[in-house]
Nanobody
Framework: VQLVESGGGLVQAGGSLRLSCAASGGTFNDYYMGWFRQAPGKEREFVAGISWSGARTYAVGPVKGRITISRDNAKNTVYLQMNSLRPEDTAVYYC?????????????????WGQGTQVTVSS
């Protein structure tokens, strides 16, 4: 499975961004999908996850309440809508695919990763 993220960029604090992750090379709805982020000097951390059908979503940490994860299986794409962005949200955002129906927040639980997209929030 190949994953390609897009939609990152520079935004002012309080602004919004919508990240996309297009998948190819596999059966998209066989995969649990996750979004992670990694800020400079920090470990990669789980942001949100979504079940194969989109019926169950999870978000954790300081972004919870400000983000929405969704997927369109017809388009083989998962999205991350981020609102009320803060400078501390600055990071490289990665999408990841897990060939399982069970969710996980661990980096090691995902087999496939995109190259990442940079999100920079200015104050």
């Amino acid at each position: 499975v190949q994953l390609v993220e897009s939609g990152g960029g520079l935004v002012q604090a309080g602004g919004s961004l919508r990240l996309s992750c297009a998948a190819s090379g596999g059966t998209f709805n066989d995969y649990y999908m996750g979004w992670f982020r990694q800020a400079p000097g920090k470990e990669r951390e789980f942001v949100a996850g979504i079940s194969w059908s989109g019926a169950r979503t999870y978000a954790v940490g300081p972004v919870k309440g400000r983000i929405t994860i969704s997927r369109d299986n017809a388009k083989n794409t998962v999205y991350l809508q981020m609102n009320s962005l803060r400078p501390e949200d600055t990071a490289v955002y990665y999408c990841a695919a897990r060939p399982s129906l069970r969710p996980t927040m661990t980096v090691s639980g995902y087999d496939y990763w995109g190259q990442g997209t940079q999100v920079t929030v200015s104050s």
